[in-house]
T-cell receptor, first 116, second 114 residues
Framework: AQSVTQPDIHITVSEGASLELRCNYSYGATPYLFWYVQSPGQGLQLLLKYFSGDTLVQGIKGFEAEFKRSQSSFNLRKPSVHWSDAAEYFC??????????????FGAGTRLAVHP | EAGVAQSPRYKIIEKRQSVAFWCNPISGHATLYWYQQILGQGPKLLIQFQNNGVVDDSQLPKDRFSAERLKGVDSTLKIQPAKLEDSAVYLC????????????FGPGTRLTVT
């Protein structure tokens, strides 16, 4: 069955520290992979996505993620966290075909807290 | 480019009452999605439209939930009658249908059922 696992429910880091949020997926083939961020009271905003090519992808707000096929992982990283990064982060997978059937499967999310 | 619009942003109702949510997707987006996000969980797809046709409604509780997308643009999600467990954020998203495009989300409607 297709699934996404985010092993860390809560993570707390100090401002300026580095960050890595883990994501593992189970899928029948190589999927498209996404990271979304959700600030309190807001909808989900796309941070970055991977579908082919370079396995290290850059996103908005200084985030990057690395696709590792052998580990079925797509971990999100940021070298220096800012207080405004406190939010909930969701990893999602989707099928590699077009036609409007881009159904996404989401992980349960990781809530990030940032200490000053 | 205007994003996905949703209204209302917040709604409080009593159980057994009915409620409706409205969504206007990004202009030109053929695919529209409704998600339910219960506190502490990731979004769960309720229904997916391609233009004005339903692609997937396998997780929609059809005894109380209904949705429509007349004319292939705006969409309405209705709950009748509401239960306590329907308390959640209801997110609308849209996409243009390109492979790997991802989805664009609205701000959501937070529903509290008392």
């Amino acid at each position: 069955a297709q699934s996404v696992t985010q092993p860390d429910i809560h993570i707390t880091v100090s401002e300026g520290a580095s960050l890595e949020l883990r994501c593992n997926y189970s899928y029948g083939a190589t999927p498209y992979l996404f990271w979304y961020v959700q600030s309190p009271g807001q909808g989900l905003q796309l941070l970055l996505k991977y579908f082919s090519g370079d396995t290290l992808v850059q996103g908005i707000k200084g985030f990057e993620a690395e696709f590792k096929r052998s580990q079925s992982s797509f971990n999100l990283r940021k070298p220096s966290v800012h207080w405004s990064d406190a939010a909930e982060y969701f990893c999602a997978v989707g099928p590699m075909f077009s036609g409007g059937y881009n159904k996404l499967i989401f992980g349960a999310g990781t809530r990030l807290a940032v200490h000053p | 480019e205007a994003g996905v619009a949703q209204s209302p942003r917040y709604k409080i109702i009593e159980k057994r009452q009915s409620v409706a949510f409205w969504c206007n997707p990004i202009s030109g987006h053929a695919t529209l999605y409704w998600y339910q996000q219960i506190l502490g969980q990731g979004p769960k797809l309720l229904i997916q439209f391609q233009n004005n046709g339903v692609v997937d409604d396998s997780q929609l509780p059809k005894d109380r939930f209904s949705a429509e997308r007349l004319k292939g643009v705006d969409s309405t999600l209705k709950i009748q009658p509401a239960k306590l467990e329907d308390s959640a954020v209801y997110l609308c998203a849209s996409s243009g249908g390109l492979a790997g495009e991802g989805q664009y989300f609205g701000p959501g409607t937070r529903l509290t059922v008392t």
